[in-house]
C-alpha cells in the first residue's frame, strides 16, 4: 500500500496522546468517521496501527505498530496502556477536541503530557499537566482531573502551574470535593478556571453524532 501524509500526521497524533479512539481520529484528520474506519482497517491490515479492546464497555483503542514508529522517528518501546488510567486519558483527547474548537486554536499549538516528558527526559518525573496551548502569547495549562488527589499532591501540582503558566484551567469530574478545593485555591492562585467534564462529554457526543 501507498502511504498518504494524513497516514503521518495520523501516526503522530496517536504517538503523542500514547492512543486515540477511532472517534478522535475522524475529528482530527476525516471528513466523516465511515472513511476513517476504512483507511484504519488498511492500515491495520498493513501492520502500521494495532487495534486493542481494554475495556469492556469503552471502545477500541489505536496505537502504533514498531513498524509506524520507526517510519515517523518515534521511540520504539511500545507505550504501556494503563487500565485505571484510560478513562481518564480518553477524556483528556475529548478536551483537547474541546479546546481546538471552542479556543481557536490548532492541534499544532497543544503540545502533551508525554512530550512535555520528552523534553525534560523521561526519567525526571515531574508531574505535567495534561497538555498545555499557547494563545496570543500566553500559555495555559490543562488539567483533567476526574477523581480526588490527595490534598498534598493536588496543591503542589496547582502551585507548579501557577509558577510556570499564565492560566490553568481544571476540567473536573463529579466529584465536589475537587471543584470545591479548586475555588478554595483561587484565593492564593490566581490563574485558576474550573470547568466541568460533561461540558466536554455533552459537546464532544454531539460532535460525533454530527459525523
Not at 502533551?112 to 525526571?124: A, D, I, Y
Request: overall charge positive.
Amino acid at each position: 500500500m501507498r502511504l498518504v501524509e494524513r497516514d503521518y500526521e495520523m501516526f503522530r497524533e496517536i504517538e503523542r496522546w500514547r492512543f486515540c479512539l477511532g472517534r478522535h481520529l475522524s475529528e482530527f484528520l476525516f471528513s466523516c468517521n465511515r472513511t476513517c474506519d476504512r483507511r484504519t482497517k488498511t492500515l491495520i491490515n498493513a501492520n502500521y496501527l494495532e487495534r486493542r479492546k481494554i475495556i469492556y464497555g469503552v471502545a477500541s483503542i489505536y496505537s502504533l505498530t514498531y513498524k509506524a514508529k520507526m517510519l515517523i522517528g518515534a521511540n520504539k518501546r511500545q507505550d504501556k496502556v494503563r487500565v485505571d488510567r484510560i478513562i481518564h486519558d480518553i477524556a483528556v483527547i475529548d478536551t483537547a477536541i474541546y479546546f481546538v474548537r471552542n479556543f481557536e486554536i490548532s492541534l499544532k499549538d497543544i503540545t502533551t503530557e508525554k512530550e512535555l516528558h520528552s523534553r525534560n527526559g523521561f526519567s525526571v518525573r515531574n508531574h505535567y499537566p495534561d497538555f498545555i496551548f499557547t494563545k496570543d502569547n500566553k500559555t495555559t495549562c490543562v488539567e483533567v482531573e476526574l477523581t480526588l488527589k490527595a490534598k498534598d499532591k493536588f496543591e503542589k501540582n496547582i502551585r507548579n502551574n501557577f509558577l510556570n503558566y499564565d492560566a490553568q484551567i481544571w476540567v473536573c469530574g463529579t466529584d465536589p470535593r475537587i471543584s470545591g478545593f479548586l475555588e478554595d485555591s483561587k484565593m492564593e492562585f490566581s490563574n485558576i478556571e474550573i470547568m466541568k467534564i460533561e461540558e466536554v462529554k455533552k459537546y464532544v457526543s454531539e460532535l460525533n453524532s454530527a459525523r
